[in-house]
């Protein structure tokens, strides 16, 4: 074996939902080894107080690939680069971009490091809604087109999955959580146990039962993940579950 040039590291890492206790002992460490950490200016501002001897890098929404190369940049003037995401980095968040761009630099070596995803925090905090076949879809149409989404919207629920929706809304996107809950009742025809949690580990965190006729008229923001039950999703004292059939067996 030939001798191998250390690459410079990068590790993009997932924060969970808000709260430390959330992140992983793994994301934790891998943040104090760092010496920069680059993210959105909301999770990094969940940083600062932790971690205040750090380089802090941020960039606004919509300049992912900006910060992607200044993460390659800063790593290669030999700086130690963690690259932050709320939640998991690889549901909706940076790892597959960085992975992408990595190819340009390949002095540059990148470690993915997995965190607590928002459709984990908030079943927890609803119950058990996830333990069968489940579906996450974003219903963001900044990087996919409407048509798209509705119709992995429409196959899901025609084949019974639960639901779990990210980016349910925002200021432009007022109505597509309603959208949403149309094409599903369409497919389903029959009303569903669904589940809402904001700011799930955060301050203000809240979680709600309710159904989908409830569900569509719902103020979701842009830090709400919702849970669309399957056909056999019961509320159990107050809390949203999805048997998994254990006792039918
Ligand atoms: N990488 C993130 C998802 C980023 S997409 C993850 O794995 O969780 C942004 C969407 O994630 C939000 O619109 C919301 O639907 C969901 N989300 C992120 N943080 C959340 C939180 N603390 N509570 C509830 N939903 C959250």
Same mark, same amino acid.
């Given at each position: 074996?030939?001798?191998?040039?250390?690459?410079?590291?990068?590790?993009?890492?997932?924060?969970?939902?808000?709260?430390?206790?959330?992140?992983?002992?793994?994301?934790?460490?891998?943040?104090?080894? #760092? !010496?920069?950490?680059?993210?959105?200016?909301? %999770?990094?501002?969940?940083?600062?107080?932790?971690?205040?001897? *750090?380089?802090?890098? @941020? @960039?606004?929404?919509?300049?992912?690939?900006?910060?992607?190369?200044?993460?390659?940049?800063?790593?290669?003037?030999?700086?130690?680069?963690?690259?932050?995401?709320?939640? !998991?980095?690889?549901?909706?968040?940076?790892?597959?971009?960085?992975?992408?761009?990595?190819?340009?630099?390949? !002095?540059?070596?990148?470690?993915?490091?997995?965190?607590?995803?928002?459709?984990?925090?908030? /079943?927890?905090?609803?119950?058990?809604?996830?333990?069968?076949?489940?579906?996450?879809?974003?219903?963001?149409?900044?990087?996919?087109?409407?048509?798209?989404?509705?119709?992995?919207?429409?196959?899901? /629920?025609?084949?019974?999955?639960?639901?779990?929706? %990210?980016?349910?809304?925002? *200021?432009?996107?007022?109505? %597509?959580?309603?959208?949403? #809950?149309?094409?599903?009742?369409?497919?389903?025809?029959?009303?569903?146990? #669904?589940?809402?949690? *904001?700011?799930?580990?955060?301050?203000?965190? #809240?979680?709600?039962?309710? %159904?989908?006729?409830?569900?569509?008229?719902?103020?979701?923001?842009?830090?709400?993940?919702?849970?669309?039950?399957?056909?056999?999703?019961?509320?159990?004292?107050?809390?949203?579950?999805?048997?998994?059939?254990?006792?039918?067996?």
């Amino acid at each position: 074996m030939g001798y191998r040039q250390m690459k410079h590291e990068l590790y993009v890492i997932g924060m969970g939902p808000g709260r430390e206790e959330k992140m992983t002992l793994e994301a934790l460490q891998a943040l104090e080894a #760092c !010496d920069t950490i680059v993210g959105y200016t909301v %999770y990094v501002d969940l940083l600062k107080m932790r971690f205040p001897d *750090k380089e802090y890098m @941020t @960039t606004p929404m919509r300049q992912e690939t900006r910060r992607c190369r200044m993460a390659f940049e800063e790593a290669q003037k030999g700086k130690r680069v963690a690259m932050v995401c709320s939640g !998991d980095a690889g549901v909706y968040g940076m790892s597959g971009l960085m992975l992408e761009l990595g190819r340009e630099y390949p !002095d540059c070596q990148v470690t993915v490091i997995s965190g607590v995803t928002a459709a984990l925090a908030g /079943a927890a905090l609803l119950g058990a809604p996830l333990m069968h076949d489940f579906a996450v879809i974003s219903l963001s149409d900044l990087l996919t087109p409407w048509e798209k989404i509705e119709k992995r919207l429409r196959a899901a /629920a025609a084949a019974d999955f639960v639901i779990c929706l %990210y980016n349910p809304s925002s *200021k432009k996107r007022s109505d %597509y959580l309603k959208r949403a #809950c149309q094409i599903i009742f369409e497919e389903a025809g029959q009303e569903l146990v #669904c589940g809402v949690v *904001k700011s799930a580990g955060r301050e203000g965190e #809240c979680a709600e039962v309710m %159904y989908l006729s409830e569900l569509e008229e719902y103020p979701a923001d842009m830090f709400t993940t919702v849970f669309i039950g399957n056909s056999e999703t019961r509320i159990i004292d107050g809390r949203m579950v999805t048997p998994r059939g254990y006792q039918n067996i």
